[in-house]
């Protein structure tokens, strides 16, 4: 597959895998590691290995209340990691064209309303994720 | 709805929640014929992707209403109803009274009203409003 647009990203949510994607804007899902020095005596040049990893989802949502709103709501207020598996080309097996990537992400805000008037109403995700990113997929 | 529905489906339903209003002859298609009053929903973009998947596709629409003949006191008066936010007449009101189009569309909503204008036709000039409607599908 060549380079491509984003337009199919599969996207669940919850212990019952709730297929979200109709409802997702936009969605990044990121990894970073800590940077520790080992630079020792008689170095003549920074060293450096590579520490914990951190990853974390962001995504845009638009609203739709008995959905949306009440899946994140409950996950929430539950207070749990909730698991999450994203797709970037639609809900089609996992495989190197179309990598699985499972992870749980743990529920630490949470927007009820969001929009200015006459405006479609949206909801923003910014979640920490708990764990490691798992991705599956022949040739991934 | 979304990926699912036609545009169509969602003239259809435009023309239905128009036929609410008493008197207005509401149609899904430019009618052939001046018999005012009488309004027809244009389809004049449609953004697609607007969520993944197809999750939401975003229909603008204009609403023509032809009024009645310029001069006569009753089209000038039946204009005033058809603008009001509210009332038994109002054209946004009767839009917006079914925002889901029969469940086809996800939600709608009335932007505004312009172009109060005049358009010849069958050697008469005719009162015109235009409304801008945003479907969400």
């Known amino acids: 597959m060549a380079k491509q647009i984003l337009t199919n990203v599969a996207v669940t949510y919850g212990t019952a895998n709730t297929d979200i994607s109709a409802y997702v804007t936009s ?13 020792s005596m008689g170095s003549s040049a920074v060293t450096r290995i590579q520490g914990l990893i951190d990853n974390s989802i ?6 739709d209340y008995p959905t949306i709103e009440k899946l994140f709501f409950d996950a929430f207020t539950a207070g749990t990691a909730v698991p999450m598996t994203v797709k ?3 809900t089609a097996a996992a495989s190197s064209t179309n990598p699985q990537y499972a992870f749980s992400v743990l529920p630490t805000s949470h927007e009820m309303i969001k929009g200015a008037i006459g405006d479609l109403a949206t909801m923003s995700i910014s979640f920490p994720i708990s764990g490691a990113i798992t991705k599956t997929g022949t040739g991934a | 709805m979304s990926s699912t529905t036609t545009v169509s489906q969602i003239k ?3 023309a239905a929640n128009l036929a609410t209003v ?4 509401a149609y899904a298609y430019q009618p052939d014929n001046v018999n005012t009053p009488f309004a027809w929903p244009l389809l004049d973009s449609i953004q697609y992707n607007g969520a993944m998947g197809g999750g ?3 229909h603008k629409f204009t609403i023509s209403v032809v009024v009645g003949r310029s001069a006569e006191r009753t089209a000038q008066t039946l204009l005033d109803g058809y603008l009001s936010y509210a009332g038994s007449i109002s054209i946004r009101a009767a839009i917006e009274s079914d925002r889901t189009l029969g469940g ?8 505004s009203a312009s172009n109060i204008s005049t358009l010849e036709a069958n050697d008469a000039i005719y009162l015109a409003i235009d409304f801008t409607v945003t479907v969400y599908a």
């Not at chain 1, 962001?58 to 609203?63: A, K, N, R, V």
């Not at chain 2, 008493?22 to 002859?25: D, I, K, N, T, V």
């Open chain 1, 27 to 39: 969605i990044t899902l990121s990894s970073s590691a800590a940077e520790v020095a080992t630079t």
């Open chain 1, 58 to 63: 962001t995504m845009e949502l638009q609203q």
């Open chain 1, 88 to 90: 970037p080309n639609g």
């Open chain 2, 12 to 14: 259809t339903g435009l």
């Open chain 2, 22 to 25: 008493s008197g207005l002859r």
């Open chain 2, 56 to 58: 939401l596709i975003t």
């Open chain 2, 104 to 111: 086809v569309v996800q939600d709608l909503i009335v932007e």
